[in-house]
């Protein structure tokens, strides 16, 4: 600003001082009615220089008296007040087309003009949707919400990073405590909480997440079921009756949860408990919770004598079933009985010919040591 004014100032004295020094000074003359005024150059910018600084202060000092009056106060705070809720208006409108950057600079100038917290959350929002956590956060201390500066802190610092939920845990299970029904609050915890698989932390937010609806209804069931099935995978690592516990130590109402007991049977199969997984299994079938299609999909089929004797109960009704022909081949795979895998699973490929069936196929031509035809089935599930 000083070096502006000094180059203003350095100019000025150029346009002056340049005539002089030159010898020519030039002249103006002015000439109004039968009154003519001759004078030079110079003394016609100092006189223009003069005038505009008089009749600045005679306007300001004028608008000083208007001010002071009721009427002037008036007026000129209903012209601020007017600016002020057309900014205010600009920003909403801003926030509906979803042109945050036009939001931020209409709330800002509303701002200006009156000084009012709405304003300043409406600014602090639009930057943080623009990505400007910082400044997001200094419009909040402008705010009259103080007493949530610490839940928007925590919520901005874990949209900007998830990781770092390690470092703020502490702060953040007080704030959960404080604010156990903060919807953004809930939903920025359970997604830094997922990032560093804090899977028993996200446990205990599922029921109030579930209140808010925070997710839609296929995205909650994943989480439940992600949620319990790593929670069941840390228990079974410790012995192998800690999973039956843990799972008995549920409460009925979570037992019959078709999402935890999906996760259940997950884990079963992860540890080879092949008689738990095929009763848990067939149970879920019997009871409309699971299907065949399902277990295949998710490699979740045991060769166990209760799903064996389902499947072979659907294929007396359905003998050209290609997922039940496809099921029977996967459990003759798992208890080595290729013969049997190679007639389902071919009569499976040519009814509704995939990836998946022709690669079990392939594998059991392999083990036949029909080396030929599986890779001839490989080929065929790399171009389906």
């Known amino acids: 600003m000083k070096t502006a004014l000094v180059v203003i100032v350095l100019f000025i004295a150029g346009l002056l001082l340049g005539p002089l020094w030159s010898g020519n000074t030039g002249y103006v003359l002015i000439s109004v009615g039968s009154y003519t ?16 600084v008089i009749l600045r202060a005679v306007f300001a000092f004028i608008g000083r008296l208007i001010r002071g009056t009721k009427w002037g106060v008036r007026w000129f705070g209903n012209r601020r007040q007017q600016k002020a809720e057309t900014a205010f208006h600009d920003a909403l ?16 100038r509303a701002w200006q003009l009156r000084k009012q917290p709405n304003d300043a959350l409406l600014a602090a929002y ?39 939920i390690d470092s703020r845990l502490t702060q953040l299970r007080a704030l959960l405590k ?7 609050l809930l939903r920025q915890a359970i997604v830094g909480l997922r990032h560093k698989h804090r899977y028993r932390d996200i446990a205990g937010l599922l029921p109030a997440a579930e209140q808010q609806h925070l997710f839609n209804a296929t995205e909650f069931v994943q989480l439940i079921e992600e949620t319990y099935f790593h929670m069941m995978l840390e228990a079974g690592r410790s012995s192998a009756s800690a999973l039956q516990d843990y799972w008995q130590a549920l409460t009925r109402d979570q037992r ?24 848990v299994a ?17 490699d979740l089929l045991v060769a166990g004598p209760e799903l064996r004797d389902i499947v072979q109960d659907g294929l007396k009704k359905k003998p050209d079933d290609a997922v039940l022909l496809q099921a029977i ?16 699973l071919r009569r499976a490929a040519d009814l509704a010919p995939s990836q998946q069936v022709l690669f079990d196929l392939a594998e059991t031509y392999d083990a036949l040591g029909d080396t030929a035809n599986a890779l001839k089935c490989y080929r065929e599930g790399l171009r389906v």
């Open 37 to 52: 005024v001759e004078t030079s150059v110079v003394a016609a910018l100092i006189l223009l220089v003069i005038a505009v």
């Open 93 to 108: 409108v801003g926030l509906n087309h979803g042109d945050y950057a036009g939001t931020s600079r209409a709330a800002n």
């Open 126 to 164: 639009a930057a943080q949707q623009t990505g400007d956590v910082k400044q997001a956060r200094e419009w909040l201390t402008h705010t009259d919400q103080t007493t949530e500066l610490a839940v928007a802190e925590m919520i901005y610092a874990l949209r900007e990073n998830p990781e770092s």
């Open 178 to 184: 404080d604010y156990p029904r903060h919807p953004e």
């Open 256 to 279: 019959r949860n078709k999402a935890i007991r999906r996760a259940y049977l997950r884990a079963l199969k992860t540890f080879n408990a092949t008689a738990a997984a095929d009763k």
């Open 282 to 298: 067939a149970r879920a079938l019997k009871r409309g919770e699971l299907d065949i299609a399902y277990l295949i999909e998710k």
């Open 329 to 344: 081949g996967q459990m003759a795979l798992q208890t080595k009985d290729y013969a049997l895998a190679q007639r389902a």
